[in-house]
């Protein structure tokens, strides 16, 4: 199974908003969530990917999303500078401590599922 997720805002910051959606369409998770940047609200879904993985016993997953930001921060390659995310990434780290294997994997915005999804619930 692969599970998508997005977060975003508008304006940039504003209110937040994220999805989460699997490709077999068994995961299928919308929020609003308050107000604050597209990267927190990024940072925010990926860790709802990982909440809700962890819910269903998932043990292995692979997650697709559109930031490269966020993707390149939480596997390592890139260095959480900015305050607001650090604790984000922290949230991350200790619930990755769970799964045997996590595969964290770029996708263009347009073959990010969850972000069509989001657009859906608007």
Not at 25 to 37: D, K, L, N
Not at 50 to 65: D, F, M, N, Y
Request: charge should be negative; charged fraction near 25%.
């Amino acid at each position: 199974m692969i599970i998508y997720f997005d977060g975003g805002c508008k304006p940039n910051p504003g209110a937040m908003e994220l999805g989460v959606l699997s490709d077999d369409g068994s995961i299928r998770y919308h929020e609003r969530i308050g107000h604050g940047t597209n990267n927190e609200a990024e940072w925010m879904g990926l860790i709802t990917v990982l909440t809700i993985a962890k819910e269903r016993g998932l043990s292995r997953i692979h997650v697709r999303g559109d930031s490269t930001l966020v993707i390149n921060q939480a596997t390592g390659k890139w260095q959480v500078k900015t305050p607001t995310l650090k604790p984000f990434k922290v949230a991350y780290d200790e619930l990755a401590q769970d799964f045997e294997d996590i595969v964290l994997e770029y996708v263009r915005r347009g073959k990010n599922l969850a972000g069509h999804f989001i657009e859906e619930m608007n």
